[in-house]
């Protein structure tokens, strides 16, 4: 039974369109996470949200939106995407802020 | 800016010898730091974490140990194989906040 869930595993897809990633967990938490992974392997803050509210939020174009319905799912609305956004995108959650459970990550790629 | 210093990038060791990486951090009000184990594909995964108020954890061949004033923190592995290579990344959390600022990385490689 997956803790940190993540749809989809890959998505392939043009410039100039609009698309959505799915993360929901299991473990109670209260926290969850957008975290970008660039191709040096550099892990970047987006956003987070602790039951719901949104608590941080990076400079990062506002062509991305994040959504949480509740405090066991956070989505990730990325439009008129750009070759530049290819990248492995993580969710994470954890109780506070001690110790994240990472998702498996969403390799995007934008051609 | 707050920030954290990672190195090496890459370390190669034997199989059975002893692996150091050594994180810094700037913002000293800092208060836990966590590292992270990434196989190649797969997620970022917490493999041990130090909070201010202890100097050294150890959980079976990984130690941590933190020097808050020199703002220094390493990761020890002791009788290394070849299943700990991977990417090694060190955090901080930054005070008040839940965000953890991620080093650079540091890529491990165990030979056989």
Known sequence: DTAVSQTPKYLVTQMGNDKSIKCEQNLGHDTMYWYKQDSKKFLKIMFSYNNKELIINETVPNRFSPKSPDKAHLNLHINSLELGDSAVYFCASSQEFYGYTFGSGTRLTVV | ?112
């Not at chain 2, 730091?33 to 797969?42: A, N, R, S, V």
């Open chain 2, 1 to 112: 800016g707050e920030n954290v210093e990672q190195h090496p990038s890459t370390l190669s060791v034997q199989e059975g010898d002893s692996a150091v990486i050594k994180c810094t951090y700037s913002d000293s009000a800092s208060n836990y730091f966590p590292w992270y184990k990434q196989e190649l594909g797969k997620r970022p995964q917490l493999i041990i974490d130090i909070r201010s108020n202890v100097g050294e954890k150890k959980d079976q061949r990984i130690a941590v140990t933190l020097n808050k004033t020199a703002k220094h923190f390493s990761l020890h592995i002791t009788e290394t194989q070849p299943e700990d290579s991977a990417v090694y990344f060190c955090a901080a959390t930054l005070s008040g906040t839940y965000k953890y600022i991620f080093g650079t990385g540091t890529r491990l490689k165990v030979l056989a």
